[in-house]
């Protein structure tokens, strides 16, 4: 499968701060990059997709100016939680996807937990 | 919109039992389904299934594919505590790309 990696993996920050999560694909080029996030007990939900070079597209009900998603080359996206909230505290996972590639691979995940 | 539902929700069985989980799933122009394991970190894939009737197989684990009715199981036979997870349900729809629309999962737990 291929190899995906995602910075920090846990994180702890006091209400109101600011958080950034990188998703690295190591060894192809994602010219696309899924962002997920996936409360407790519930399934992963898409929150925007983002193509290499132009601007992420964010599903209904997610906040683009909150949720501020960079992929400006094609191993490296971030996502950013701007002035983040309790209810931000969730499970952020990327997947990136190759041109031709069918099967979708995940990140290790970053658990975010806001105070 | 498309959807995807599978079930049980939760199941618990005993060591050494077979058990198959079901997903059901309604896409307007569907490309693919994909089965992932979850336990307590991200999902890793276990299966892609395109076409109708045929099995894929690893292991212990096996998925078929049903088009013509939407739905997909996955069997896990001899079940063993290392099974325990949640295990999702996804689907691909053509024209969204490779974009995923999950299923809630079920939550296997496999004691000893």
């Known amino acids: 499968g291929a190899v995906v990696s995602q910075h920090p993996s846990r994180v702890i920050c006091k209400s109101g701060t600011s958080v950034k999560i990188e998703c690295r694909s190591l060894?192809?080029?994602?010219?696309?990059m899924f962002w997920y996030r996936q409360f407790p007990k519930q399934s992963l939900m898409l929150m925007a997709t983002s193509n290499e070079g132009s601007k992420a597209t964010y599903e209904q009900g997610v906040e683009k100016d909150k949720f501020l998603i960079n992929h400006a080359s094609l191993t490296l996206s971030t996502l950013t939680v701007t002035s983040a909230h309790p209810e931000d505290s969730s499970f952020y996972i990327c997947s990136p996807a190759g041109r031709n590639q069918e099967t979708q691979y995940f990140g290790p995940g970053t658990r975010l937990l806001v105070l | 919109e498309d959807k995807v539902v599978q079930s049980p929700l939760s199941l618990v069985v005993h060591e050494g039992d077979t058990v198959t989980l079901n997903c059901s799933y309604e896409v307007t122009n569907f490309r693919s389904l994909l089965w992932y394991k979850q336990e307590k970190k991200a999902p890793t894939f276990l299966f892609m299934l395109?076409?109708?009737?045929i099995e894929k197989k690893s292991g212990r684990l096996s998925s078929i594919l049903d088009k013509k009715e939407l739905f997909s199981i996955l069997n896990i036979t001899a079940t063993q505590t290392g099974d325990s997870a949640v295990y999702l349900c996804?689907?691909?729809?053509?024209?969204?790309?490779?974009?995923?629309?999950f299923g809630e999962g079920t939550q296997l737990t496999v004691n000893p």
């Open positions: 996804a689907v691909i729809n053509r024209t969204s790309g490779s974009r995923l629309t």
């Open positions: 060894d192809f080029q994602a010219t696309t």
């Open positions: 395109t076409s109708s009737g």
